[in-house]
């Protein structure tokens, strides 16, 4: 691994090299939020944010995508292209949160297994090189990382790592090779001495520090493997709307829906988000729903996260983000709901 120091007012400059390169995919701000999109002339990549309106997920596993484009024809229909050729263009993912950065490696369980693969997924997370930045300074109070196996300088899924030394130099270190064939671009850098490596250190270790917001995420599995009908799931879901916004701001939420769309004798295959937060997700043709009810569908939301996929992959499915904490418009909070199971545990050894 390599480690150099670059000035901070020097950093702007590296992106407009990358930019120059490679399509750059990063933080900025629109109005009073910042999101993730492609930069274009005049956008100004955001280093002094705290988590990103959406996850930067969207570049990987995009809000929509065509699979393929069809035609009809005498002999039926028959395919005119399709595959994920386009997808595979080489790009540069900047300025990711160690959260997001980490939702990246739980969603390669699910679209980059050895017997299922992905093919869209797959080939635009091996063209892009991901610049992950550090939280020297935990962004909010909802922000549980360190309960759900994250940390604030996590460097697992990205390729390079910067960290906002105390002054006027960042600390850059070039995780893989793929990470490394970009380290030309980052000049003027010099070699990082031990000082600075320890205070990267040091600012790392009081970031841990200040995370407050601990919940037994780990720790609640064997409840749900014992308790699928138990009275607690009978209040959870009460003031849900059934809106999908905490699903479709999670980073590691994967679900999605498959349609075809024709007009005339044209047609393409279609790939949407969906969400087990809603009624039809789960509606068969026939009309039956098995899960009828937004009781059953909370629970799915925390079985899956906290159980089905520590089952199958043995991690948990959430980052600690706390987007869907801050955005839900009837303030349902997971770490509360994660903290309630805890101390039916608690009781359950009492008695």
């Known amino acids: 691994m390599k480690a150099r120091l670059i000035e901070k007012t020097a950093l702007a400059g590296v992106i407009d090299k990358l930019r120059e390169k490679l399509p750059v995919y990063a933080p900025v701000r629109e109005g009073r939020r910042v999101h993730f999109k492609f930069l274009g002339e005049g956008d100004t990549v955001q280093l002094e944010y705290g988590n990103s309106g959406n996850a930067p997920k969207n570049l990987f596993f995009p809000h929509t995508e065509t699979l393929m484009r069809f035609t009809r024809t005498s002999r039926g229909h028959e395919l005119v292209d399709g595959g994920p050729s386009d997808a595979a263009r080489e790009m540069v993912l900047f300025g990711v949160r160690p959260c997001d950065v980490r939702s990246f490696t739980l969603l390669d369980y699910v679209f980059d297994q050895d017997k299922y693969t992905d093919p869209y997924y797959v080939a635009r997370r091996r063209a892009t090189t991901v610049i ?44 893989t090779p793929k990470g490394e064939r970009l380290a030309e671009l980052f000049a003027p850098a010099k070699e990082a ?42 209040k959870i879901h009460q003031s849900c709307l059934g809106c999908g916004t905490c699903t479709y701001l999670c980073p590691t939420c994967h679900c999605f829906d498959i349609r075809d769309e024709e007009e005339g004798d044209q047609g393409i295959r279609l ?54 904490v801050v955005n839900c418009p009837v303030n349902i909070d997971i770490r509360k709901l994660i903290c309630d199971i805890g101390r039916l545990m608690e009781k359950g050894e009492e008695e």
């Not at 549980?144 to 006027?168: K, R």
């Not at 079985?303 to 869907?324: L, T």
Request: glycine share 4%; with cysteine; charged share 30%.
């Open 132 to 175: 992950a930045l550090a939280c020297v300074e935990p962004p909010y109070s909802t922000c549980f990382c360190t309960s759900v196996g994250g940390h604030p300088a996590l460097a697992e899924g990205a390729d390079i790592m910067l960290t906002q030394l105390d002054g006027d130099h960042c600390l850059v270190e070039f995780l």
């Open 193 to 234: 001495d031990k000082k600075s490596l320890k205070r990267r250190e040091e600012l790392v270790e009081a970031a841990v520090e200040k995370i407050k917001s601990e919940v037994p995420a780990a720790q609640i599995k064997d409840w749900l493997d014992e308790n699928f009908e138990h009275p607690f799931w009978d």
């Open 271 to 324: 790939r949407t988000w969906d969400t087990c937060m809603y009624a039809l997700y789960t509606q068969e043709t026939s009309g039956h729903n098995p899960r009828p009810s937004q009781k059953q569908r909370w629970r799915q939301r925390l079985m899956h996260k906290f159980k089905y996929f520590v089952d199958n992959f043995r991690e948990i499915s959430c980052v600690g983000c706390g987007r869907c």
